[in-house]
């Protein structure tokens, strides 16, 4: 039955389905920022056949040594680049800099079938493409993450082999994530089974776990849902 189950969890056939919704929400809601794009698992024996393919946000760039974090696109084909209109769009604003101090970062958003749950997958580096360590961007981190990390380094953020990669990652760690999901739809469990559920617990998951690493959702994201 397709839905949100009542522990919190999400079925691996309405994950597909709620992605894509999440990314064409992004995409029509603000377009100056990174696009989310569906990514087509890769045909490998060893990978489960539960879910075929991932979200992924790649390119955004960060300023990490200034008081103000900035996110923004950044692209071409040798060294990154970040471009956009000057006006600022919500909490994120889109960055135009060549300066050292710039920390590009690639999210992916993957379904984890022993939760249940979406995590967020990440990593960082630097304009010459060498990869950062947890101690080198955690500067970069929103204050409430990095009281957590000191509190919780291991267990808040770990790095494993990204499932379709097969390189090293870092990731959200998703124990609390289906009590979290669960507490949010509390309130009125009739929404649950609503045609829109999944697409709206995506929704609700990104707008708690982005935020941890300076992905809000914009504001404009929030009107679409809200109109819907």
Same mark, same amino acid.
């Given at each position: 039955?397709?839905?949100?189950?009542?522990?919190?969890?999400?079925?691996?056939?309405?994950?597909?389905?709620?992605?894509?919704?999440?990314?064409?929400?992004?995409?029509?809601?603000? *377009?100056?920022?990174?696009?989310?794009?569906?990514?087509?698992?890769?045909?490998?024996?060893?990978?489960?056949?539960?879910?075929?393919?991932?979200?992924?946000?790649?390119?955004?760039?960060?300023?990490? *040594?200034?008081?103000? !974090?900035?996110?923004?696109?950044?692209?071409?084909?040798?060294?990154?680049?970040?471009?956009?209109?000057?006006?600022?769009?919500?909490?994120?604003?889109?960055?135009?800099?060549?300066?050292?101090?710039?920390?590009?970062?690639?999210?992916?958003?993957?379904?984890?079938? *022993?939760?249940?749950?979406?995590?967020?997958?990440?990593?960082?580096?630097?304009?010459?493409?060498?990869?950062? /360590?947890?101690?080198?961007?955690?500067?970069?981190?929103?204050?409430? *993450?990095?009281?957590? /990390?000191? !509190?919780? !380094?291991?267990?808040?953020?770990?790095?494993?082999?990204?499932?379709?990669?097969?390189?090293?990652?870092? !990731?959200?760690?998703?124990?609390?994530?289906?009590?979290?999901?669960k507490l949010l739809f509390q309130s009125d469990a009739s929404i649950r089974t609503t045609s829109g559920?999944?697409?709206?617990?995506?929704?609700?998951?990104?707008?708690?776990?982005?935020?941890?690493?300076?992905?809000?959702?914009?504001?404009?994201?929030?009107?679409?849902?809200?109109?819907?």
């Amino acid at each position: 039955m397709s839905g949100v189950a009542g522990d919190g969890t999400l079925a691996p056939s309405d994950f597909r389905v709620a992605a894509v919704a999440f990314a064409e929400r992004w995409k029509s809601a603000v *377009s100056a920022l990174p696009p989310w794009s569906w990514i087509p698992r890769p045909t490998h024996p060893w990978l489960s056949n539960e879910v075929d393919g991932y979200l992924a946000l790649e390119n955004a760039c960060l300023l990490g *040594s200034s008081e103000e !974090k900035s996110v923004g696109c950044c692209g071409g084909s040798e060294e990154p680049n970040c471009s956009g209109d000057d006006e600022p769009v919500d909490d994120a604003t889109l960055v135009q800099s060549s300066r050292d101090d710039v920390h590009y970062y690639d999210f992916h958003i993957i379904y984890d079938s *022993s939760y249940r749950v979406p995590v967020l997958y990440f990593r960082a580096y630097c304009g010459d493409g060498r990869t950062l /360590l947890l101690n080198e961007f955690e500067g970069d981190l929103p204050a409430d *993450s990095s009281e957590a /990390l000191v !509190k919780s !380094k291991w267990t808040f953020i770990t790095q494993e082999e990204h499932p379709y990669l097969n390189r090293p990652w870092y !990731k959200l760690h998703p124990c609390g994530t289906s009590e979290c999901i669960k507490l949010l739809f509390q309130s009125d469990a009739s929404i649950r089974t609503t045609s829109g559920a999944a697409e709206l617990y995506l929704l609700s998951w990104f707008s708690v776990v982005g935020r941890l690493v300076g992905l809000g959702i914009p504001y404009e994201m929030m009107k679409c849902e809200n109109n819907t």
